[in-house]
């Protein structure tokens, strides 16, 4: 199977064949892997070098001349970096464009906490207008980048990982989906967070929704799977509680508790690998079980 | 209702400019600082620019950017002299109702390219402004982004500086108002800054309209081009 960033790296080759008004901008990360859209594309696949509040600021520039551009590097580099540039050239300016992230929050644990980023969908949420994809699998991500770069002059995120589930699911850029449904609570995972949630709840009588579009966030799905005084277990892939407001803005009007599940803020300092740092965030199966059942006790079958 | 087709020159002149300006400060005199921009701007939209009221939105139009959005009253009345701002809404400067802010919003704004206030934000944006023209095969429309001398300590611009130079970007155009105002600085430093990014650069007068024409106007196949413009320092009281 190839990484959501390889296909990333042919989607939007092919997008760039097919629609005049996209522009890809790099800083020199994934450019091995479009040359042939450079090569065919000189104009529109543009790399700035090691400059990122560059790659922002150029991004937004090819919009406002009516351009769409899309915006790629690791995500503390796209984001948390120059945020500034983020906030004010494409959201002040009113300007729309699609950034594309790769790496996250623990892809190369033995590169170290220089290139992690779990707080960029939080970052994020301090601005208005983004809509936040988090394919958890290569055709979602295809799928994802399309309808993101699709989306008119919106202001899109899409967070790639190394981290995928086996499968891909039918995802449509703005809705959960029901992977399974049960009476004992609703247990939310985002994007690659899936394969993780679904061994924790094995043989639990609960909800799963899955969510690779976070923002807007399909309040309407979780009211409809919640029903009545619900408990909601969200699992993401970033920092633990980035989700956690906009549950409990969809479910205001009901009584209910929230858990929020994800990467801790303490830094580690450990380098290893993705499946050392799921553990260590307690994202591995058996954790997540542990903290599932702990939050959900009195709708928990007896053992 | 009657309808004209004519052209009408602007109502404006240049000097009527400490007049509008005084719309927005109460004030006709105006110190140095308020200024700094007055001539380079004037000359630039009055002669240079292909930019008007009426092509605003013309995909082959002019670009300008004020990436210096402080103190904005002298950008705001070119474009009302020019006819882009209704001179009834100067006196409103600042206040909840105005489109017009202590920094410009290009939301706000008619005929404003970005909005400003934070260093360091313009020149990027020029250049991918520049960079998107050209993808479009719009390769006559020029793009402008004027800063100050101290706003180049914003590393963001040398980013876009050190990109422009070797991208070949002979459509983007930098307006450095020098009004001696950065705090760490060499003599020359500014020129030699774009020169070795491959600039083409030329330093002027700023309130010589005729050295700023020329300076606008010099020719520079294959490179992007700086014009700096000297003014008064802007803390010359307390320098003393």
């Known amino acids: ?303 | 209702m009657t309808t004209t087709t004519t052209v009408q020159a602007p109502a404006y002149g240049y000097a009527d400019l400490p007049r509008l300006m005084a719309l927005m400060t109460g004030d006709e005199k105006h110190g140095p600082a308020a200024t700094s921009t007055l001539d380079a701007l004037w000359v630039l939209y009055d002669r240079v620019l292909r930019v008007s009221p009426g092509t605003v939105d013309d995909p082959g139009r002019d670009r300008f950017l004020l990436s210096k959005g402080h103190g904005p009253m002298a950008y705001y009345a070119v474009l009302a002299a020019q006819g882009f701002v209704p001179v009834d809404v100067l006196p409103g400067f600042g206040s909840y109702d105005s489109p017009l802010g202590h920094h410009p919003d290009r939301l706000l704004v008619p005929g404003a390219e970005i909005g400003s206030g934070s260093l360091g934000h313009g020149l990027p944006i020029g250049v991918g402004s520049a960079l998107g023209l050209r993808a479009q095969g719009l390769t006559d429309p020029a793009v402008w982004v004027l800063v100050g001398d101290a706003e180049l300590d914003e590393g963001s611009n040398h980013e876009a500086i050190a990109y422009a130079g070797p991208a070949g970007l002979d459509r983007l155009h930098v307006l450095v108002i020098d009004n001696s105002s950065a705090s760490h600085a060499r003599p020359g430093g500014l020129a030699a800054r774009f020169e070795a990014a491959g600039w083409s650069t030329a330093t002027v007068d700023g309130r010589d309209h005729e050295a700023l024409h020329a300076a606008y106007t010099t020719p520079h196949p294959g490179r992007p081009h700086a014009v700096i413009a000297r003014v008064e320092p802007k803390n010359v009281t307390a320098a003393r």
Request: charged share 25%; glycine share 12%; proline share 5%.
């Open chain 1, 1 to 303: 199977m190839d990484s959501m960033r390889d296909r990333f790296a042919r989607t939007v080759t092919e997008l760039l064949d097919q629609d005049p008004r996209v522009a890809l901008v790099l800083a020199e990360i994934t450019r091995d892997r479009v040359e042939e859209a450079e090569r065919r594309h000189p104009d529109r696949v543009i790399n700035v070098g090691i400059r990122e509040q560059l790659l922002v600021g150029a991004g937004a520039g090819l919009a406002l001349t009516g351009m769409r551009p899309v915006v790629h590097t690791f995500a503390g580099f796209l984001v948390e970096r120059p945020f500034e540039q983020v906030k004010l050239d494409f959201g002040h300016q009113g300007a729309g464009g699609v950034l594309v992230s790769a790496g996250g929050s623990y892809d190369w644990p033995a590169g170290g906490f220089t290139h992690m980023a779990p707080g960029d969908v939080a970052l994020l949420d301090t601005l208005d207008g983004w809509t936040v994809h988090v394919p958890g699998h290569a055709d979602e991500a295809e799928a994802l980048l399309r309808h993101a770069v699709a989306a008119g002059d919106d202001k899109v995120y899409v967070r790639l990982s190394e981290q995928a589930n086996r499968d891909g699911l039918g995802v449509d850029g703005t809705r959960m989906l029901t992977v399974r449904e049960g009476r004992g609570g609703v247990v939310i995972a985002v994007g690659p967070m899936l394969d993780n949630v679904l061994a924790a709840v094995e043989g639990l009588d609960v909800t799963v929704l899955y969510a690779t579009t976070v923002r807007p966030f399909d309040g309407e799905a979780l009211r409809r799977a919640a029903g009545d005084g619900p408990d909601v277990v969200i699992v993401e892939p970033y920092l633990a509680g980035t989700s956690t407001a906009a549950a409990n803005e969809a479910l205001q009007s009901v009584p209910h508790r929230v858990l929020g599940l994800g990467v801790g803020r303490r830094e580690l300092r450990r380098y290893g690998d993705m499946a050392e740092h799921l553990r260590a965030h307690g994202l591995d199966p058996a954790s997540l079980r542990a903290r599932i059942t702990d939050f959900l006790p009195s709708r928990m079958p007896a053992a």
